[in-house]
């Protein structure tokens, strides 16, 4: 049986281009909630990342191999959102190919997600350790954790982790090789210089309870970048989730 090398997309609404991008263990699915609403403003494509959900034939080696399968059938310009390890594709289309994107919008994600010591807040390099040796035992028992440690914190935890635990269910469960490469992607890629070579808008939205990407980033790249961000109050890591209205609103508001 050959791979497959076209991703699953789906498409909703009419209007301004938006793109869609999930972040590591999950599909498109987990933006369901949000596509009724977004659908309304906007021609929203979702996309299931090489090896997740209906993609989950498709492989991939690198960040540039995930990008360039996003790139193949997406359209020609619009707006790139991407959540968490998702950020971090939207974010090498923008820096590699800043002719495709109106704006970038990332969403509880870090231009490097692995900390260093005192120097930068993120994942404890032990913690994204244990994930990739855990995969190997038990791969449904390690995205489990993972979806509880993104909803800690949050007012509305059980419901998220339902949520996202559903979404993730609805599809084929992601291809072992492509949960790998999204932690070595977690644990290695760091953009943070290349952040100030961005030519498209920029727009950075983070969750005040985030154990996956602390809050201090927000503040350490507001001032790297001279920009603002958005800090949604009441969120961990999936905002879109806890927070699903005033994302929603934001998101049209940019």
Same mark, same amino acid.
């Given at each position: 049986m050959s791979l497959k090398t076209k991703l699953h997309w789906d498409v909703f609404g009419k209007g301004e281009n938006l793109i869609l991008i999930h972040g590591w263990g999950m599909n498109g699915a987990v933006w369901h909630q949000v596509v009724?609403?977004?659908s309304q403003h906007f021609c929203v494509h979702v996309v299931d990342l090489p090896g997740y959900g209906h993609?989950?034939?498709v492989a991939s080696a690198s960040i540039a191999d995930?990008?360039?399968a996003v790139l193949e059938d997406a359209p020609q310009q619009a707006i790139w +959102?991407?959540?968490?390890?998702g950020g971090l594709v939207a974010t090498h289309v923008a820096l590699h190919q800043p002719q495709r994107v109106s704006k970038l919008i990332t969403l509880a994600s870090s231009p490097r997600f692995s900390a260093e010591g005192r120097v930068w807040r993120g994942i404890a390099p032990k913690v994204l350790d244990d994930f990739t040796s855990q995969l190997t035992d038990d791969f449904q028992g390690t995205i489990e954790r993972f979806m509880a440690l993104q909803a800690m914190g949050s007012p509305s935890a059980r419901q998220d982790v339902k949520q996202?635990?559903?979404a993730v269910l609805s599809r084929p469960m992601p291809n072992p090789d492509a949960l790998h490469l999204g932690l070595e992607l977690l644990a290695s890629v760091d953009y943070r210089q290349q +952040?100030?070579?961005i030519s498209v808008p920029l727009h950075r939205l983070y969750g005040r309870l985030d154990g996956l990407v602390p809050v201090k980033v927000a503040a350490v790249l507001d001032k790297?970048?001279?920009t603002e961000s958005h800090i949604f109050k009441a969120s961990s890591h999936a905002p879109f989730m806890s927070e699903r209205q005033a994302f929603c609103d934001l998101i049209t508001q940019l």
């Open positions: 009724e609403q977004l993609s989950h034939q995930i990008a360039q +959102l991407g959540w968490s390890l996202l635990k559903s +952040l100030n070579e790297q970048l001279q």
